[in-house]
C-alpha cells in the first residue's frame, strides 16, 4: 500500500475518533465523518467498506497506541501502591484525552451489533493482557501470584476502571473519581502491609 493511501487512512480514522467525540455514535456516519475530516465519503467505503469496520479499526488502532504507551508505563512495578498511582495518572490521560469518550459511544453501538462487539473485544484483550503483566509484577512472590487468577482480576480491574470513568461522570456536580482512587490508594496500602513480608529478601 502507499504512503499516500495509508496517510489518507490515518487521516479518515482520525476524523472518525473525532466525531465520535464530539457527536456521539448516533451522530457519526459518513456523511458526517467526511464533514470532520473534509474528505469526499466514498473514501470511506473503498479503504474501510463500512462505517463499523472504519470505527472498530480506528478505535483498535487508538488503543494499540494507548496500550504501547502505558505499557513502558506499567513495566518494573512491584507493588500495589505503585499500580494505583499509575491508574490514577492514566485515568487523568484518558479523561484529557478524550479516550473515554470513544469507548463510550462504541459500547454503546456494540450493545446490539455482536459483530461489532466481538471485533471491539479484540481491543480490550490488549488492556487486559497489560494489566494482568502489572498485576503479576505486583504480587510476585507472595504465593497469590500463583493462587490467584492474575487474568481474571486483570478483567475485574479494566472493568473497575472503564466504569468508574462512565459512572463517574453522570452527576455534573460531583466527580467522585479522585475520592474513588483516594480510597484505593489506602487500600493498596494496607494490603501491600500484608503482602510485603510475604516477598522474597530481593523483593523489597
Not at 95 to 112: K, S
Not at 113 to 133: Q, T, Y
Amino acid at each position: 500500500m502507499s504512503e499516500a493511501s495509508d496517510d489518507t487512512k490515518s487521516r479518515i480514522m482520525e476524523a472518525a475518533l473525532e466525531t465520535l467525540r464530539n457527536e456521539g455514535i448516533k451522530g457519526t456516519s459518513a456523511r458526517s465523518i467526511a464533514r470532520q475530516g473534509d474528505f469526499n465519503q466514498a473514501l470511506i467505503f473503498y479503504h474501510f467498506g463500512s462505517i463499523i469496520e472504519l470505527l472498530i479499526t480506528a478505535a483498535n488502532a487508538d488503543s494499540a497506541t494507548r496500550v504501547k504507551t502505558y505499557r513502558t508505563e506499567l513495566e518494573g512495578i512491584t507493588s500495589l501502591p505503585e499500580l494505583a498511582a499509575v491508574a490514577r495518572r492514566l485515568s487523568k490521560v484518558e479523561v484529557d484525552d478524550r479516550g473515554i469518550a470513544v469507548v463510550t459511544q462504541l459500547l454503546a453501538g456494540a450493545a446490539g451489533n455482536p459483530e461489532m462487539g466481538a471485533k471491539l473485544w479484540e481491543g480490550f484483550e490488549e488492556w487486559i493482557e497489560v494489566v494482568a503483566s502489572a498485576l503479576g509484577g505486583a504480587l510476585e512472590g507472595t504465593g497469590f501470584d500463583a493462587m490467584l487468577d492474575v487474568r481474571d482480576m486483570a478483567f475485574a480491574i479494566v472493568a473497575l476502571f472503564m466504569g468508574i470513568e462512565l459512572i463517574g461522570r453522570l452527576n455534573p456536580d460531583r466527580d467522585p473519581t479522585d475520592a474513588l482512587y483516594s480510597m484505593f490508594d489506602q487500600l493498596g496500602g494496607l494490603l501491600e502491609g500484608f503482602l510485603g513480608p510475604l516477598r522474597g529478601p530481593s523483593q523489597g
